[in-house]
Nanobody
Framework: QVQLVESGGGLVQAGGSLRLSCVASGRNFSAYVMGWFRQTPGKEREFVAATSWSGYSELYVDSVKGRFTIPRDNAKHTLYIRSNSLTPADTGVYYC???????????????????WGPGAQVTVAS
């Protein structure tokens, strides 16, 4: 079982960019499908993106397609989220999550992920 910690959150102006990192401790990071979720006050946590254990397959929610990417570095046990053209609607607490393989299927469902980080706040000012 891995443990996850996010970093890199903060305040950014609309139209700006931000990169978050999620470092996993423990063994076999490459045995996990990894995902990013976010939660805005008053709203349920929502899926943002997921990547396969190899990083070759990715899944994104429509609202971030073309603006966000989620590369992973298995050698460094690190998942990233690179976000561009940020808007205030992207504000929220961003969580990384891990899903043990198998199954290797990318999933937008929170219930499919067994391990979560504490979250990192991202605030986009208009």
């Amino acid at each position: 079982q891995v443990q996850l910690v996010e970093s890199g959150g903060g305040l950014v102006q609309a139209g700006g960019s931000l990169r978050l990192s999620c470092v996993a401790s423990g063994r076999n990071f490459s045995a996990y499908v990894m995902g990013w979720f976010r939660q805005t006050p008053g709203k349920e946590r929502e899926f943002v993106a997921a990547t396969s254990w190899s990083g070759y397959s990715e899944l994104y929610v429509d609202s971030v397609k073309g603006r966000f990417t989620i590369p992973r570095d298995n050698a460094k046990h690190t998942l990233y989220i690179r976000s561009n053209s940020l808007t205030p609607a992207d504000t929220g607490v961003y969580y990384c999550a891990a899903r043990r393989v198998p199954p290797a299927l990318l999933s937008p469902r929170q219930a499919d992920y067994s391990t979560w980080g504490p979250g990192a706040q991202v605030t986009v000012a208009s």
